[in-house]
């Protein structure tokens, strides 16, 4: 089973074992609709969770006093990939890292090595024969195709 990071518990809250947790996902509202999470490869079952200022306050089965709520301080959530609500053909933005670049003509770029998060957004970071960074936005990802491997951009003059 594959597991996808999807937040991090900063901090307990309250008495009875509830966690406040940074959320990973697209909203914090999706978060709040999985399940069960992970966490050091230990299934919990999920009791309730709400947003709360930005974050989410999650209180999971058997997590019943602030000593054990504590003791997960830190801890980064996972969830199986089989839990994420995606469309038909959509992907994970960390599905894209290995992928082959290619331009319009289909000439290779380079590999994608990483995504960078910006505060306008992710940028693609294409390492060839030389560094390319590319906005991950429909302007310039013209097609992902995770079977063959390749993702076709659309490359502005300069780039």
Same mark, same amino acid.
């Given at each position: 089973m594959e597991l996808i /990071?999807? *937040? @991090?518990?900063v901090n307990t809250h *309250? =008495?009875? *074992? &509830? =966690? @406040? !947790?940074?959320?990973?996902?697209?909203?914090? &509202?999706i978060f709040c609709t999985f399940p069960h999470f992970f966490i050091d490869n230990i299934e919990y079952i999920k009791e309730r969770a709400r947003v709360q200022k930005g974050f989410v306050i999650l209180k999971l089965k058997g997590i019943d006093t602030i000593d054990s709520a504590e003791a997960l301080k830190n801890k980064i959530l996972f969830i199986p990939r089989s839990s994420l609500p995606l469309d038909?053909?959509?992907?994970?933005?960390?599905d894209l890292v290995g992928l082959r670049a290619v331009d319009e003509s289909g000439a290779e770029l380079g590999k994608i090595d990483g995504i960078l998060t910006l505060p306008g957004g &992710? !940028?693609? /970071?294409?390492? *060839? @024969?030389? /560094?390319i960074l590319v906005p991950? !936005?429909? &302007?310039f990802v013209l097609n992902i195709d995770l079977e063959a491997g390749a993702v076709t951009l659309k490359l502005i003059e300069g780039m």
């Open positions: /990071e999807t *937040g @991090k518990i *309250g =008495l009875r *074992g &509830e =966690l @406040k !947790v940074e959320q990973w996902s697209d909203s914090p &509202e038909d053909g959509a992907c994970l933005i960390s &992710e !940028v693609l /970071e294409i390492h *060839g @024969k030389r /560094e991950l !936005v429909d &302007e």
